[in-house]
């Protein structure tokens, strides 16, 4: 699905649930096009009944306080724990676990070379900063390229 791009801390359900789609959607289930394969790929490997509408309305932000069916079927379809989405006090690090897991599919895809990552580790503590801020810089404006 491309390079991941990270969860911010205060994210909120909308964009955490966008974050799984686009950085931790199954292989096997196929990329959705739109909410109806959205759904029906959720529905298909869990078995809990979730409508298109439901998962349009997730997306955008319209329902910020979906039954626990239906937060668990998200869980369970992702392979997240299911206070990635927003129990108190867990989501930090879960968000750092899942930042860490999609990098990994990536490097495994070939989005990412192991090598480079490699390169990264063996760099200077100056060097690094450097990269550092030349992926914050390009990330940001990737981010801004993509919002129009």
Do not use: C
């Not at 379809?77 to 108190?88: A, K, L, N, R, T």
């Amino acid at each position: 699905m491309g390079t991941v791009q990270e969860i911010s801390p205060g994210a909120t359900l909308a964009e955490k649930v966008e974050w799984l789609i686009r950085n931790l959607w199954p292989a096997d289930a196929g990329p959705p096009r739109n909410n109806v394969e959205t759904a029906g790929a959720i529905a298909r490997a869990t078995g809990e009944d979730i409508s298109s509408t439901t998962v349009w309305k997730l997306r955008t932000g319209r329902q910020e306080n979906p039954q626990l069916k239906t937060l668990t079927a998200l869980a369970t379809f992702f392979g997240v724990p299911i206070g990635y989405f927003g129990f108190p006090g867990e989501t930090r690090s879960i968000d750092e676990d899942l930042t860490l897991q999609a990098l990994r599919r990536d490097v495994e895809q070939g989005v990412i070379r192991p090598e480079v990552l490699r390169a990264l580790v063996d760099l200077s503590a100056e060097a690094r900063w450097v990269v550092d801020e030349m992926i914050l810089s390009a990330a940001a404006a990737d981010r801004h390229r993509r919002s129009g």
